[in-house]
């Protein structure tokens, strides 16, 4: 301690503070930089919040704030009855590229994943998560289910949820819990009625892979819509199909490509959509992290009757939660509600009352406000890593848990070449046209799309680092 204390001031920098960027935000920059110039040894305890504070002449909750970004980060670890230290942050760890010296068999290659869908889940597991879990499971088992939809405490927990983070007026009997999106889709596309001899879905192309692979299983023809590099989605593809039952999309925040559909786009999908009978099946995808522009309302907003709303605590929280929900209103609901019936519930009980008492004491609230100030900086990160790599363009940035790298003039070839060598590597990235709907037309280049919440930042970083190297090296 004694350390940190005689060098604080050297380690944390010049805090400007009529700068624009936060002070907390310039604190955990030096405190950062001195941990990965190995100024901070691993496992050194840092000042306490207060004293820091003290020391700098900042508000104790400043310090707090840095602290919790680069524990989120990685950069400290707290301990329980220990204190928080710093970790042991690991530099240089993966093999050298091939031509760039070194000998690439000299180290073996940790795995850092980077394929999208994986959110943070440092700090989850905080005293208001055991409180909730420790006081659901201490709850009397009921004798059986009694309502479908879900527990109501849950129910109006999401419903109040939806209204404070989306603006949605929602009456929680309008509520359905799901074991995350894509039982909410499965659900919502049984209970859809087929105009013809099986049910025609029009889907995003390229869009969620799961998707298409969900309707295969159903029997129900997907017909892909197209979607494309700075225009978005084909409104001109959509009107073109009078015989959808349903169309699904993702408005806020396409998937991977990033892009949304503004005020006038949403329209005019809304009144071709009632003007042909087309359910409009919402995954209300990444609405938690938009990263400097004001988020959208929810197309259920606008039209309630013909709108399945489906959100999820995959991103916010872990996928492997499965928990998420169906906002529906009037025959659409009844509908939906009729199949969770005949399919019985896929939620426990004990985790529904967890997440309602965490819902509702503003547990979730604050969890992801620590979260979009760790992507929000993470993506800065981003953005500057790449913004003079030559050969590259970082998009799908504006919101999300995700980026995609298009190779400038790149041969279709050089995407496959690209992620096999990253991941002989031990850098796990998907593929661009791994989203395009195989044996259709789709104006793509060649890409990489990944995620950058997952993993902590400094491998992140030497994985974002070994990414452009290598591309600059084909």
Not at 298 to 322: C, D, E, M, Y
Not at 391 to 406: E, F, I, K, N, R
Request: proline share 7%; hydrophobic share 45%; glycine share 10%.
């Amino acid at each position: 301690m004694d350390q940190w204390q005689n060098r604080r001031v050297m380690d944390v920098g010049i805090l400007d503070r009529a700068a624009a960027v936060p002070l907390h935000e310039q604190l955990a920059h030096g405190l950062r930089s001195a941990i990965l110039s190995g100024r901070v040894a691993g496992g050194e305890p840092v000042p306490s919040t207060r004293a820091l504070a003290a020391d700098l002449g900042l508000a104790r909750g400043t310090v707090v704030s840095a602290y919790e970004i680069l524990t989120g980060e990685g950069y400290l670890l707290t301990r329980p009855g220990g204190g928080t230290v710093v970790a042991e942050v690991a530099r240089s760890t993966l093999p050298p590229i091939p031509g760039g010296g070194g000998n690439a068999t000299s180290a073996v290659a940790p795995v850092v994943d980077l394929r999208p869908g994986r959110p943070g889940t440092t700090g989850i597991a905080d005293a208001a998560w055991r409180s909730a879990w420790r006081r659901a499971s201490a709850r009397e088992v009921a004798a059986d289910i009694a309502d479908v939809r879900g527990e109501p405490a849950l129910r109006v927990a999401i419903a109040a949820h939806l209204g404070r983070t989306r603006g949605l007026d929602v009456a929680p009997d309008d509520v359905i819990v799901t074991a995350g999106t894509s039982d909410a889709m499965l659900l919502t596309l049984l209970a859809l009625a087929s105009r013809g001899d099986r049910l025609r879905v029009g889907i995003e192309n390229p869009g969620y892979p799961r998707v298409r692979r969900l309707l295969a299983r159903l029997g129900a023809e997907a017909v892909p819509l197209p979607v494309r590099l700075g225009s978005g989605f084909d409104l001109d593809a959509f009107d073109a199909h009078d015989d959808l039952d349903a169309v699904i999309v993702t408005p806020h925040h396409h998937y991977p490509l990033g892009s949304r559909l503004d005020a006038a786009a949403r329209s005019r999908l809304l009144e071709g959509a009632a003007r042909t009978g087309t359910v409009v099946i919402e995954d209300d995808y990444d609405s938690e992290f938009p990263h400097g522009r004001v988020p959208l309302p929810p197309l259920h907003l606008l039209a309630p009757a013909t709108v399945v709303s489906i959100g999820t605590l995959s991103k916010v929280l872990s996928p492997a939660l499965r928990c998420g929900w169906i906002v529906a209103t009037g025959a659409l609901r009844d509908r939906i509600v009729e199949a969770r019936t005949d399919l019985d519930p896929t939620v426990s009980q004990v985790q529904q009352h967890a997440l309602a008492l965490y819902l509702a004491e503003g547990a979730l609230a604050r969890h992801t406000a620590r979260r979009r100030r760790d992507y929000r900086h993470r993506r800065r990160l981003l953005l500057d890593a790449f913004e003079h790599a030559e050969g590259m363009t970082l998009t799908a940035t504006d919101g999300g848990l995700h980026a995609v790298v298009l190779l400038e003039d790149a041969a279709p070839e050089t995407e496959a070449v690209l992620v096999d060598a990253l991941a002989a590597r031990g850098i796990l990235v998907s593929p661009l046209s791994g989203y395009a709907m195989p044996d259709t037309a789709v104006d793509l280049p060649a890409g990489i799309v990944f995620g950058y919440a997952e993993p902590s930042t400094p491998a992140l970083m030497d994985a974002v680092a070994q990414v452009i190297a290598f591309v600059r090296g084909l």
